[in-house]
Every structure is written in C-alpha cells, then in structure tokens.
C-alpha cells in the first residue's frame, strides 16, 4: 500500500497575458507545499479562513452532495 498526495491547481489574479497551464499550476503548489522555506508565502489551513466566529465554511462539492470539506490553500506572494 502507498500513499498518494493529491495537488489539485487553481491560480487566481494571474497576469493579464500569461497562459493557464492546469497541469503547470499544480506542479507549482506540490513544490510549495513539499519546500515551503523556498518560496514566500503560506499553506493556510481550512480553520484559519473564517473572518468571524459566526462564518460558516463549505466546499463547492458540497452542492453535489460531495462532503469532502474545505481544502488548504498555497498562497503564494509576489
């Protein structure tokens, strides 16, 4: 039996003129999450999201019926 880490890719405010690359986006979140003391930036955890204690967080699959809970994210600066 192995372990398998899943790196699912989304990058938001990408500059205007610069192609998407799926597959290139989620390369770059494993490198950051695998060697996070070479970039600047964070893996923020899903409970730290919440901006008051009343927020309530949910993923979008939660609409399909698909509870898998919210993801961290790899916020990445600059």
Do not use: Q
């Not at 690359?21 to 930036?41: K, M, Q």
């Not at 999201?49 to 699959?61: N, P």
């Amino acid at each position: 039996m192995r372990e398998i880490r899943l790196f699912e890719g989304f990058a938001s405010f990408r500059p205007k003129g610069i192609r998407s690359s799926h597959e290139a986006d989620a390369i770059c979140l494993r490198e950051v999450a695998w060697n996070p003391e070479r970039y600047t930036g964070a893996v923020v955890a899903p409970e730290d999201f919440a901006l008051t204690s009343t927020d309530v967080l949910s993923s979008a699959f939660r609409v399909a019926g698909m509870g898998f809970g919210v993801p961290p994210v790899v916020k990445i600066d600059g």
